[in-house]
């Protein structure tokens, strides 16, 4: 341990957010870091505890805490303080391919393991990681390092989400030739078209693709397997293929006119504004506008936030959010304890924006949509809002939420987005492939395995064990590396 009272003598500090008013002006990355020198100070906070939950990466009560990936935390945060950046990045990439995509968009489960956290306030780790993967760029540590050695096994990975490339950078490394088929135009899944622009600029995912080309890794766009290219084709001319494509079919809202136009999934109204904006910085207009317009947001989470952020910098004129479940406190309650991921209430860059522009914030909790009411020509123009309360079921004695008759109000609205959260796979892919899936239509495997019921077919990330982290994707990437590797080598020595 480089500094044993680090923890007490230092506080903690973060990179610093560019004000609201300023950062909704555009779709840049609004974080700005810490020098050099203050970033090695919040090295010096970690204690190199006995038991690092951080690293641990389990799930308790639910929800994960400490790092999914297992990364190697309190050697880095000791190597940084101590000024030994470029071990520190070798450290890192020891368990995580894609630091600067984590250190970006992971909500950090690290952080709430640490143990500063269960008396005080945890250890910046999420922007430690950040600055070691910076640091590492702008000072020529990542290099581009192909494989000397070739296998002659040819593997084929179908979407070029965070799981898809880990698993590509993890064989690539092995020697076998890899070749990642993704159906939109532009490599990175979910990270590309599912993450805007202000969480994970996109010359961030361009700047490791690059290097990945560069070390051997083949990628082609525009090619949907199941539709315009066959999966038969994909089975005779490779030895293994891998299903990496995501959750991607967006949870519905059942309610009545649900039909009106002007009521759009949250995944297509930010793939649009992402896409136009790398295209022509928004002025084709071929995206799903917001601006002047009314909007409710359905649901809550990451995927809610980014249609409340991106709605501001659209220029809407009214942004609510409906959450059916009840506020969280804002401490951990009894039955929530260290190191527990904290169940508490959090303000997300969006609601921030929006608390900002329009003087409250916009959330509305314990309250969903009734009825969606339209125009004569069949567009949306209001919303009956109902409140929600919690209630046992008698005879399964679950709670759940229910209806408050009387409490029905309505709302003028001119765009809803719907962010209710995503099912499993989608059904084309798996029955190209004719693999079997559960009733959540995630791909069967055997329990913590990554081979489907066909032969030579694996799976791994959100359609293997439904909407997760980016970070977990990362996990699953490695592990369906390791299978694939030892399925056609009889031994695998990755990582």
């Not at 000791?78 to 990045?89: M, P, V």
């Not at 022509?280 to 809550?300: C, F, H, P, R, T």
């Not at 609205?413 to 099912?423: E, H, S």
């Not at 069967?444 to 439904?466: L, P, Q, S």
């Given at each position: ?355 900002e522009i329009f003087g409250e914030d916009p959330r509305s909790y314990e309250t969903t949509v009734k009825e969606f009411i339209s125009d004569e020509a069949g567009t949306l123009i209001k919303a009956k809002i109902v409140k929600l309360t919690s209630k046992r079921d008698e005879e ?100």
């Open positions: 341990m480089g500094k044993p009272t680090g923890f007490l003598e230092f506080d903690r500090e973060n990179s610093k957010a560019i004000k609201p008013r300023k950062r909704i002006k555009d779709f840049n990355e609004f974080h700005i870091p810490l020098s050099k020198e203050r970033q090695e100070t919040q090295g010096a906070r970690c204690m190199e505890c006995g038991v690092p939950f951080c690293q641990s990466g389990i799930v308790l009560n639910g929800a994960t805490t400490g790092c999914p990936i297992n990364n190697l935390i309190p050697e880095w945060n000791d190597l940084i303080f101590n000024g030994n950046w470029e071990q520190a990045y070798n450290r890192l990439l020891k368990t995580n391919n894609f630091p600067e995509f984590t250190g970006r968009v992971c909500p950090a489960p690290c952080e709430a393991g640490c143990t500063c956290g269960l008396n005080g306030i945890s250890v910046s780790i999420k922007d430690n990681e950040m600055a070691i993967i910076e640091e590492a760029y702008l000072n020529g540590f990542v290099k581009v390092a192909a494989p000397k050695v070739r296998t002659g096994k040819k593997i084929a990975i179908v979407g070029s989400g965070p799981s898809g490339l880990a698993a590509a950078d993890q064989l690539n490394k092995r020697g076998h030739q890899v070749t990642v088929y993704e159906r939109e135009d532009r490599i990175g899944g979910l990270l590309m078209y599912g993450i805007p622009n202000m969480k994970l600029e996109k010359h961030v995912i361009d700047r490791k693709v690059d290097i990945m080309k560069a070390e051997g890794v083949e990628f082609v766009t525009n090619t949907n397997i199941g539709t315009n290219y066959k999966a038969s084709k994909l089975m005779r001319e490779y030895d293994s293929v891998i299903l990496a494509c995501g959750a991607s079919t967006p949870r519905d809202i059942k309610s009545p006119g649900r039909e009106a136009k002007g009521i759009y999934f949250a995944v297509d109204f930010l793939k649009a504004t992402t896409k136009s904006l790398l295209n022509s910085n928004l002025e084709d207009g071929e995206y799903i506008s917001a601006k002047d317009k009314k909007v409710i947001v359905i649901g809550g989470g990451d995927t809610g936030n980014d249609c409340v952020g991106t709605s501001v910098r659209h220029g809407a004129t009214s942004i609510i959010q409906l959450e059916m479940m009840p506020k969280p406190p804002d401490e951990r309650a009894q039955n929530n304890p260290w190191p527990e991921w904290p169940k508490v209430s959090k303000t997300d860059y969006g609601q921030e924006e929006a608390k399964s004695g679950r709670m759940s939420m229910v209806e408050i008759p009387g409490s029905e109000y309505e709302v003028e609205v001119d765009l809803v987005l719907i962010a209710a959260g995503f099912l499993g796979s989608e059904s084309y892919v798996t029955k190209a492939f004719n693999i079997e899936v559960n009733q959540r239509s995630n791909v069967i495997t055997e329990e913590d395995k990554y081979a489907t019921t066909v032969e030579k077919v694996f799976v791994a990330g959100d359609m293997h064990r439904g909407q997760s982290l980016v970070v977990w994707a990362i996990r699953e990437g490695r592990e369906v590396a390791r299978e694939v590797d030892s399925y056609l080598m009889g031994y695998t020595n990755l990582q």
